[in-house]
């Protein structure tokens, strides 16, 4: 329970990163989530993924919605920044932080219900206005809160826990990310840390709107057969399009790559994730090639995961507007407030 504090002991030996945390200095309250359940596991690789960047806590702002998912922040980077929106009101509350002050890390936590229904219109205009954050959806099929009835990206004919057929199409939030503009696309599984860490270290790190969409089975209503969420069902149609690690830019990383052809994307920031391309016709640099590609695996019964599309000069909102670099809360009235012969001047110029 929430209100169970976590023991303080740790190994004297304990790993510590280049700021001297320790990865329980990432972590927050104890999860009530089912034990098992997927989102707990993407809250693991968040924290370990803030761990190994070295990011300071306090430079962090993690922001959600309502559902499972809009919980997880809770148990997560104790000590950062952290507002819990209302339903599917996530990515304006983000919009408006990170107008108010640009000098932090931003982090939206939602849900397949939260964003693809509800907040759909929110989550669209967040995207298309290139706000700098990362943007996780922990998409497990249903409404967990409310006993699994089918949401909005429930694939058509899956069943639910009572063996009834979903009749509609699903959203697919990646496709639908990328004809938005979203210039990082991702998509990984909760259950496969190897490649959802990299994939959160490196949208972490990208300059603009970071999509990632986690596949994290609900083990109450969405994990039995003829769900196309279940954990099963994800090992067996994964189609990896890449193999990722991540390299910073200030403390490179010596790793040890299999054979095939490799390929460095070097990151707006000037960051490089490193893939190790499995399909030779693959191109994570089109976007209307990625889009086909997905919708081509789709119809398979396939489940496109790794680093879908990437925009190396991407560039974010306060670049598109023309913001102030410092934040609001560190102005002086006289650079909030300029006076009337400002408002004047502005007024004059719209005539």
């Known amino acids: 329970m929430t209100y169970l504090a976590k023991p303080k002991f740790r190994h004297p030996d304990i790993e510590l990163n280049e700021l001297g945390f320790s990865h329980r200095d990432y972590e927050g309250s104890i999860s009530t989530l089912c034990a098992g359940c997927g989102h707990d596991s993407i809250s693991s690789a968040i924290m370990r993924a803030c761990f190994e960047l070295s990011l300071p806590p306090h430079r962090i702002a993690k922001l959600s919605g309502i559902g499972c998912s809009s919980k997880t922040p809770t148990y997560f980077l104790g000590q950062s920044h952290g507002f819990n929106s209302v339903h599917g009101r996530m990515p304006s509350v983000l919009t408006g932080a990170n107008l108010a002050n640009r000098e932090l890390i931003y982090l939206g936590v939602s849900g397949d219900g939260d964003s693809a229904s509800i907040g759909f219109g929110q989550f669209a205009h967040a995207i298309r206005r290139a706000v700098n954050m990362l943007y996780?959806?922990?998409?497990?099929?249903?409404?967990?809160?409310?006993?699994?009835?089918?949401?909005?990206?429930?694939?058509?004919?899956?069943?639910?826990?009572?063996?009834?057929?979903?009749?509609?199409?699903?959203?697919?939030?990646?496709?639908?990310?990328?004809?938005?503009?979203?210039?990082?696309?991702?998509?990984?599984?909760?259950?496969?840390?190897?490649?959802?860490?990299?994939?959160?270290?490196?949208?972490?790190?990208?300059?603009?709107?970071?999509?990632?969409?986690?596949?994290?089975?609900?083990?109450?209503?969405?994990?039995?057969?003829?769900?196309?969420?279940?954990?099963?069902?994800?090992?067996?149609?994964?189609?990896?399009?890449?193999?990722?690690?991540?390299?910073?830019?200030?403390?490179?990383?010596a790793v040890d790559y299999p054979e095939g052809e490799a390929q460095d994307v070097r990151l707006h920031d000037g960051s490089t994730i490193r893939l190790r391309k499995?399909?030779?016709?693959?191109?994570?640099?089109?976007?209307?090639?990625?889009?086909?590609?997905?919708?081509?695996?789709?119809?398979?019964?396939?489940?496109?995961?790794?680093?879908?599309?990437?925009?190396?000069?991407?560039?974010?909102?306060?670049?598109?507007?023309?913001?102030?670099?410092?934040?609001?809360?560190?102005?002086?009235d006289r650079d909030i407030v300029p006076g009337g012969a400002a408002l004047a001047k502005i007024n004059a110029g719209l005539r």
């Open 136 to 253: 996780i959806v922990e998409n497990n099929g249903v409404y967990g809160l409310t006993k699994g009835q089918f949401s909005a990206t429930s694939d058509k004919g899956s069943k639910s826990k009572k063996g009834i057929d979903n009749p509609d199409s699903p959203i697919d939030l990646v496709s639908i990310a990328l004809q938005l503009g979203a210039t990082f696309v991702a998509r990984s599984f909760s259950g496969d840390k190897d490649q959802l860490v990299p994939l959160i270290k490196a949208g972490l790190e990208h300059q603009g709107a970071a999509f990632i969409d986690v596949i994290s089975p609900c083990i109450a209503f969405n994990n039995h057969q003829g769900s196309t969420k279940s954990f099963d069902y994800v090992r067996a149609h994964n189609a990896e399009l890449n193999t990722l690690d991540f390299i910073t830019s200030q403390a490179p990383i």
């Open 278 to 332: 499995l399909s030779a016709d693959y191109d994570i640099h089109d976007r209307g090639a990625a889009m086909s590609h997905i919708y081509r695996l789709g119809r398979s019964g396939e489940i496109a995961t790794g680093l879908i599309f990437i925009d190396d000069e991407a560039s974010d909102m306060h670049a598109r507007l023309g913001t102030a670099k410092k934040p609001l809360n560190a102005m002086a």
